[in-house]
């Protein structure tokens, strides 16, 4: 081979100094001898495997060609590529492929950008209807490539990704995972061959670069190559950013991970005041180590009253391409059960941005009070619970007066669980509240009664449910005569 390589060009110049001669009798020795005088300095062109199988393979591929005979005008110029930018990507196709990238997006999770290859688009599909494109089987021989992207509740990273039918990789220098289903049974596009990938986009973990591809004798190994030329060719338009190492990398992870906290911090005690505190407030003395604090605000919002949690953080570096700072909490004395853990994950970028955040766990809200301030604190929990009640079956729990011990009559038509009977009861509506014996909960029972008419009896209905102290209520416990 030329020290200049084998190009498109050169390679192309060379078979056609020889198109309509007579065969020669070293075939190899003619075909370098042209590639050497065509004189083109190597320009890299992604090889697609729709060039002859004589051209993938070399030189022997050309003596092959010389045993089995070689018919003037056979050999013609390799195909070309064809270019394309969508979605934050850029890569090489096949020239002789079409392209569709003027779709609306497909129902479903993720998004399509662009539909490529040889499987014809109906006619009787608009140009921009991706769902009229994908109800289309495939013919003999041919591929359709689809790119897009995915918003995933998962990394890129996590275990529960990897079956028999996937393997992992590197793709545009992001980790991918690359699928081979081979031909599945009964698959309604008579696919011969069904690949995808998934790439991880440098913004964050959980934000995938797909592509599917499926294809169908014959042919389907040289589409199979045409396709993964085209995976292998893919790069980011924008930059993909790492963790340089450093001697100032340790220092430069703590603030990195302090900044997410606080800024979780400021998200979980929104609408309180300055003298709130959360669970992000509660920072080890150093990352690895142990902190401990008194907080009423959790990934949740309020929690109800005050707890003491133990807290403890760490962060590092995944793959030079993002920082995960892993944050855990063990509830304490104040909860409705010690002991419990939460641990919360935040995938960061190099920069500091918060890519995703993922969560196992939660934080239990406080004991309900006790003492002077009970009743306040009772009024406040059934208030939130009611209106939280209220927006999902107004007809029956709106009759109910929010102030603990109070009763007004008014109209109820649903039963608590919404079911509706399409015309008015006036009902007596009273609340009442009083603590549980473990003071994890209020209970709140409300109470209707009607009197007879002259098309139904008289009744009395009572809907009873636990209501934690910041106002979040169980389901509840209906019992009673049913509402006419």
């Not at 670069?209 to 040289?222: D, K, L, N, W, Y």
């Not at 004395?333 to 919360?344: K, L, Q, V």
Request: some cysteine; overall charge negative.
């Amino acid at each position: 081979m030329s020290q200049h390589g084998w190009d498109d060009e050169r390679l192309g110049r060379a078979y056609t100094s020889l198109a309509g001669s007579q065969p020669p009798r070293d075939l190899a020795t003619g075909i370098m001898t042209a590639v050497r005088a065509s004189g083109q300095v190597h320009r890299h062109v992604p090889a697609f495997a729709t060039r002859p199988r004589w051209l993938a393979l070399g030189a022997a591929a050309v003596l092959v060609v010389a045993l089995v005979g070689f018919m003037p005008g056979a050999l013609q110029p390799p195909r070309g590529h064809a270019h394309l930018a969508v979605g934050g990507i850029e890569l090489d196709y096949p020239s002789h492929w079409t392209l569709h990238d003027q779709g609306r997006a497909a129902m479903g999770r993720g998004s399509p950008w662009a539909v490529l290859g040889t499987l014809p688009w109906n006619p009787g599909c608009d140009a921009g209807d991706i769902n009229c494109y994908y109800r289309e089987k495939l013919q003999p021989g041919t591929v359709t490539v689809t790119i897009g992207d995915l918003a995933s509740e998962i990394t890129i990273l996590d275990p529960g990704l990897d079956n028999s039918t996937n393997h992992r990789a590197t793709i545009a220098g992001m980790p991918a995972i690359v699928y081979d289903r081979g031909r599945v049974p009964g698959n309604y596009y008579e696919a011969d061959l069904d690949l995808g990938w998934q790439i991880a986009s440098p913004e964050s973990p959980a934000q995938f670069v797909t592509i599917q591809a499926m294809m169908r004798e014959p042919g389907v190994a040289e589409l199979r190559r045409d396709v993964e030329a085209v995976v292998a060719s893919l790069r980011f338009t924008r930059p993909v950013n790492s963790i340089p190492p450093s001697p100032g990398s340790a220092v430069h992870a703590v603030r990195i991970a302090a900044e997410a906290l606080l800024a979780r911090d400021v998200e979980a005690r929104e609408g309180a005041g300055d003298d709130a505190s959360s669970i992000y407030s509660c920072l080890p003395e150093s990352l690895g180590g142990t902190g401990r604090a008194t907080v009423a605000y959790g990934p949740g919002g309020w929690l109800g009253g005050p707890i003491h949690v133990e807290c403890t953080a760490t962060i590092e570096t995944i793959q030079n391409l993002w920082w995960r700072v892993t944050f855990g909490v063990v509830s304490g004395d104040g909860s409705t059960r010690p002991g419990a853990r939460y641990t919360e994950t935040m995938w960061l970028t190099p920069t500091g941005d918060r890519a995703t955040t993922s969560n196992d766990g939660e934080v239990p809200p406080a004991l309900i009070t006790s003492g002077p301030g009970a009743a306040a604190a009772a009024a406040r929990a059934v208030a939130i619970a009611l209106d939280n009640l209220g927006s999902s079956t107004p007809d029956f729990y709106g009759c109910f007066p929010k102030e603990p011990g109070a009763s007004r009559t008014a109209t109820i038509s649903t039963d608590p669980n919404g079911l509706t009977h399409y015309h008015e009861t006036r009902a007596i509506c009273s609340t009442r509240v009083e603590p549980k014996a473990d003071w994890s909960a209020w209970r709140l029972i409300l109470t209707a009664t009607w009197k007879a008419t002259d098309s139904a009896p008289a009744g009395r209905l009572v809907a009873a449910l636990d209501v934690d102290a910041a106002g979040q209520s169980g389901p509840p416990i209906v019992t009673g005569d049913p509402i006419p």
